[in-house]
């Protein structure tokens, strides 16, 4: 074994939490020369369960698995860690508008943000509890001394379903569709972009001759694909979601492949006229030092800009609501 690797993983007895941490304690994420601590942190009520999940990482022996503990609280769970990846948050109750989940929500990430100054000085945070952008905006606001680049929210699992359906519609294998990127807000006015997405290295555009269905079909397919997962299934998506933050997490720690890009949603640097410091989803490139970069110099017509201004709005709505929450 080389090294050693500490992990916070928020809303670990949830379904997410399920599906991640057993994938986790393997040795996928880190590699298999890599020892992982594992930190389990939830809500006091959820601990009973909580332990009854750990027993049953420890009963997979994992070799790679260094130890397990569980927290019922933030500060103690993030001491050391070096990636933390908030999962926990409140769901939507009955009724519920999304800006009351939003204020719902809101205080958790304060408190989250604080914990991570006892984080390692490496560390890094990836948000997956909704709504994310938002989330990772109050969080990172409050961990004073944590750079905000190391952190981001997922849309890695609207980059994979985007993908999909680009190569199903193809007929193609789904690793010959490339360059797929997610623009704005983890929420239905996401932009998945097809204009810059490449099958085979050739434009999505001159693959699939069907435009109507790529301008709205597939763009609505995207955006809605959660509710239809709960419509079908009876419970939100997770193990596809567990699959995407490992993918998130990887895509940020290895060199991306030469002319190819991942999303996450990231601090704007300004870039396309995204107000600075907003969690929007960008095209990413993972450079040899480990730190990313936002694609530049991307192309946008009429249709993209008006779908990228409408997730921009609502991530600037968002915002307003949680102004008192970003110190
Ligand atoms: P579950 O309700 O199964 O689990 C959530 C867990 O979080 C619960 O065990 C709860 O006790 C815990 N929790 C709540 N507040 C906490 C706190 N302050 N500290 C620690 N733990 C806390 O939800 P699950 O299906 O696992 O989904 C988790 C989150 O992921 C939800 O917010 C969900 O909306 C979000 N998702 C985000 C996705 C994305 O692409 N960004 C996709 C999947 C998922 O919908």
Known sequence: MSSTVKVAVTGAAGQIGYSLLFRIASGELFGSNTKVHLNLVEVPVAMQALEGTAMEVNDCAFHTLASINCFDNPEGGFEGCNWVLMVGSKPRGPGMERNDLIRENGPIFTGQGRAMTRSASDVR??????????NCLIAAANADGVPRSRFSAMTRLDENRA???????????????????????????????????????????????DHAWLQSDFITTVQKRGAA???????????????????????????????????????????????????????????????????????????????????????????????????
């Open 229 to 327: 997962i709960i419509n079908a299934r009876g419970k939100s998506s997770a193990a596809s979601a567990a699959n995407a933050l490992i993918d998130h997490v990887k895509a940020l720690m290895t060199p991306t492949a030469d002319g190819n890009w991942f999303s996450a949603a990231v601090p704007s640097d300004g870039s396309y006229g995204v107000e600075e410091g907003l969690i929007f989803s960008f095209p990413l490139r993972t450079k040899v030092n480990g730190t990313y970069e936002i694609v530049r110099g991307l192309a946008h017509n009429e249709f993209a800009k008006g779908k990228i201004k409408a997730t921009l709005d609502e991530l600037l709505e968002e915002k307003e609501v949680v102004t008192d929450l970003l110190k």
């Open 163 to 209: 993908r999909h359906q680009l190569a199903a519609k193809a007929g193609v294998e789904v690793e010959r569709v490339t360059n797929m990127a997610i623009w704005g807000n983890h929420s239905a006015t996401q932009y998945p972009d097809f204009h810059n997405a490449l099958i085979d290295g050739k434009p999505v555009t001159d693959v699939i001759s």
């Open 125 to 134: 945070a990836a948000v997956v509890g909704n709504p994310c952008n938002t």
